[in-house]
Every structure is written in C-alpha cells, then in structure tokens.
C-alpha cells in the first residue's frame, strides 16, 4: 500500500494568513492526488484534483501542486471558514485508494 | 445536482453484518463512474473500503477484502455495502461516494451514515 503522510498533523493560523500543507507518499503517485476539506459532523468536500486542478466552485485561495512524492496545498489568505481539517487522498497504485491522516487546521 | 444518501440499520451486533444502501440521484448508476464506500471512525481519518463499476467489476481494500462486498442495484439506481464479522472497530461513519472513472478523486458524497457495532 502506499502510505500518505501529511505535514503537520495540526496547525494554528490567524485569519489572512497563507497556510501550506504538505502530502507525501511512500511511493510515486505522478500527479494521481486530491485534496478534500472536512469540517465537523460533515462530508468531506474536493477541493483539488489531480494535485493542482481547482474543483468548480472553490475560492481561488485555494492551490495545489507537486507530483511525483511531495504535494503542497496551500491557502493563500485564510478565512474563517477554511479552519476545518485537510485531507490528502492518491489514487495511482490501488487497491487501496489512501487517504493521509488529516491536517487540523485550527484559529491561533 | 448529484446526490447521494445512506440509509440502513445504525446499530449492528457484534459478528453480525453491517448492509447499507446507498440512493443516488442526479446521475444514472449506469454512468462511467465508480461508486465507493468510505468511512471514518469518530474522531480519526478515512478509510477506503472499495468501489464498484456499473458493469459490476469492483475493487476492495485489502485489509476488508475477505469481509467486505460492494454491489449495484441498476433498476433502483443504487448501490449497496456488506461487511460480515463486524467488531466494535467497524463502528464509523459510512459514506458512499461518486468517483470519476480514470482519476478516482470523489466529488460528490452522501452526508454519512453512523454505524456503531455493539451488542
């Protein structure tokens, strides 16, 4: 299986702020990674697919990029209803589709 | 507008088997898509339990594949989840989801259904 690692497991930031995210995988995943926001008692939502493509209707705050093993996302100035949890997900070597374990993306 | 909901039993005994259906609208169950099963136990990550093709073809999560089957109910444009042998570690929130064919990243999910195994 390939294993997803994101960096850090939790993170505290201040509205207007420009957070990254990193994901990386165990193995190549080429360009095969999505990223999904999860907020309390909900579904996750994609944000980003094919690590930089933008989901309709997602602020354009939101980017991704990377390929091969190390994938950032990033949010380039933070409002308060981006403090939620990000999870990254590869899809190029399964089964297993892999998620990584969450990033909790807290109010400072 | 694609929509997805779960429904079944929200409690289940322990060995016994967890079944949830899974209602899609908005897009035919016979569309070049897979359709999945996800879950979370609370407070931790997701899990990827498997998919299945319109076609019928399906792949599963190694670690379930023994316990676990995915099915498709064309006439009632669903799809359904089984997983036998249930433990207390199968208490979670089940989602099904819609993934796109080549890419497999999910953009349309149910709101999830709780599952909690206990006798």
């Known amino acids: 299986d390939i294993q997803m690692t994101q960096s850090p497991s939790s993170l505290s930031a201040s509205v207007g702020d420009r957070v990254t995210i990193t994901c990386r995988a165990s193995?190549?995943?080429?360009?095969?990674l999505n990223w999904y926001q999860q907020k309390p008692g909900k579904a996750p939502k994609l944000l980003i697919y094919a690590a930089s493509s933008l989901q309709s209707g997602v602020p354009s705050r939101f980017s991704g990029s990377g390929s091969g093993t190390d994938f950032t996302l990033t949010i380039s100035s933070l409002q308060p209803e981006d403090f939620a949890t990000y999870y990254c997900?590869?899809?190029?070597?399964?089964?297993?589709?892999?998620f990584g374990q969450g990033t909790r993306l807290e109010i400072k | 507008q694609v929509q997805l909901q779960e429904s079944g039993p929200g409690l289940v005994k322990p060995s016994g088997t967890l079944s949830l259906t899974c209602s899609v609208s908005g897009d035919s169950i016979s569309s070049t898509n897979w359709w999945t099963w996800v879950r979370q136990p609370p407070g931790k990550g997701l899990e990827w339990l498997g998919e299945?093709?319109?076609?019928?073809?399906?792949n599963y999560n190694p670690s379930l594949k023994s316990r676990v089957t995915i099915s498709v109910d064309k006439s009632n444009n669903q799809f359904s989840l089984r997983l036998s042998s249930v433990t207390a570690a199968d208490t979670a929130v089940y989602y099904c989801?819609?993934?796109?064919?080549?890419?497999?990243?999910?953009?349309?999910w149910g709101q999830g259904a709780l599952v909690t195994v206990s006798s």
């Open positions: 989801a819609r993934a796109l064919s080549v890419t497999r990243y999910f953009d349309y």
């Open positions: 193995q190549g995943v080429s360009r095969y």
């Open positions: 299945i093709y319109p076609s019928g073809g399906t």
């Open positions: 997900q590869q899809s190029y070597r399964m089964p297993p589709i892999t």
